[in-house]
């Protein structure tokens, strides 16, 4: 069974940082390319950041450029994102989703998601 299992979120205040983690479990995690998603209450989906099987190639979305960073470890399974300078606008719930097709610099398809985990930046 596929599992992709996010957490880490929380309240923070603007400015602040957080780092999210994707544990995934039930396939092969070295054959995939891996995304962020996020949505905000009222609003559909965003892409947010894709990184290659290899860890070495990292597209990310104009809104979090040069404040998020994503990353993974093969061999423990798990991926990342480590989100600093954080704004209001980021407060979403920010799934982690497995790649089934990725675009370079702009979205990826996506064959399953995760449950997601809650980061709300507040003052």
């Known amino acids: 069974e596929v599992q992709l299992v996010a957490s880490g979120g929380g309240v923070v205040q603007p400015g602040g940082s957080l780092r999210l983690s994707c544990a995934a479990s039930?396939?092969?995690?070295?054959?995939?390319?891996m995304s962020w998603v996020r949505q905000a209450p009222g609003k559909g989906p965003e892409w947010v950041a894709s990184?290659?099987?290899?860890?070495?190639?990292?597209y990310y979305a104009d809104s979090v450029k040069g404040r998020f960073t994503i990353f993974r470890d093969n061999a423990e399974n798990t991926m990342w994102l480590q989100m600093n300078t954080l704004k209001p606008e980021d407060t979403a719930l920010y799934y982690c989703?497995?790649?089934?097709?990725?675009?370079?610099?702009?979205?990826?398809?996506?064959?399953?998601w995760g449950q997601g985990t809650q980061v709300t930046v507040s003052s």
């Open positions: 039930g396939f092969i995690f070295g054959d995939y390319h």
């Open positions: 990184i290659n099987i290899g860890g070495g190639t990292k």
């Open positions: 989703a497995r790649v089934k097709h990725l675009y370079a610099g702009s979205d990826a398809e996506h064959d399953f």
